[in-house]
C-alpha cells in the first residue's frame, strides 16, 4: 500500500504560480506511475498530469500543458507539480494518485485506473 500526502496549495493571484507536493509513504514508490487531478466544485475529477515510473515519459491535458510541469524523485517518494500562468479555471481541489499500470501501460490519464490517491489540497486562483 501507499499513502499519499499532498501540500503547496493556498490562494494565489491569477498569473501567478504554485509548486504543489505529494510525498508518498510505504513500499516500493518507483514501482508506482503518478498523477495529478483535480476537481472544482460541481465538476468532475479532471486529469491534469502524469509522470512513469521512472520520470522519463510525462504527459498533460490539453487545458495546462503549457503551464504546468510534473516531475520525480525516487529516491525521496515525492512528486511535484509545478503550475504558473495561473487562472481563476485552475481553481480546484488538486489531488495526488499512485497506479501500477498493466502490460505496456507507462501513464494512465483515467482517474479509476489509480489505486491510491492522497486527502487533496486546496488551489485558489485569485482574479
Known amino acids: 500500500q501507499v499513502q499519499l500526502v499532498e501540500s503547496g496549495g493556498g490562494l494565489v493571484q491569477a498569473g501567478g504560480s504554485l509548486r504543489l507536493s505529494c510525498v508518498a509513504s510505504?513500499?516500493?514508490?518507483?514501482?508506482?506511475?503518478m498523477g495529478w487531478f483535480r476537481q472544482a466544485p460541481g465538476k468532475d475529477r479532471e486529469f491534469v498530469a502524469a509522470?512513469?515510473?521512472?520520470?522519463?515519459?510525462?504527459y498533460y491535458s490539453h487545458s495546462v500543458k503549457d503551464r504546468c510541469t510534473i516531475s520525480r524523485d525516487n529516491a525521496a517518494n515525492t512528486v511535484s507539480l509545478h503550475m504558473s500562468s495561473l487562472e481563476r479555471e485552475d481553481t480546484a481541489v488538486y489531488y495526488c494518485?499512485?497506479?501500477?499500470?498493466?502490460?505496456?501501460?507507462?501513464?494512465?490519464?483515467?482517474?479509476?485506473?489509480?489505486?491510491?490517491w492522497g486527502q487533496g489540497t486546496q488551489v485558489t486562483v485569485s482574479s
Open positions: 494518485a499512485a497506479d501500477q499500470p498493466d502490460g505496456e501501460t507507462l501513464i494512465e490519464t483515467d482517474f479509476v485506473e489509480y489505486d491510491y
Open positions: 509522470i512513469s515510473r521512472n520520470g522519463d515519459l510525462a
Open positions: 510505504g513500499r516500493a514508490f518507483s514501482t508506482y506511475a
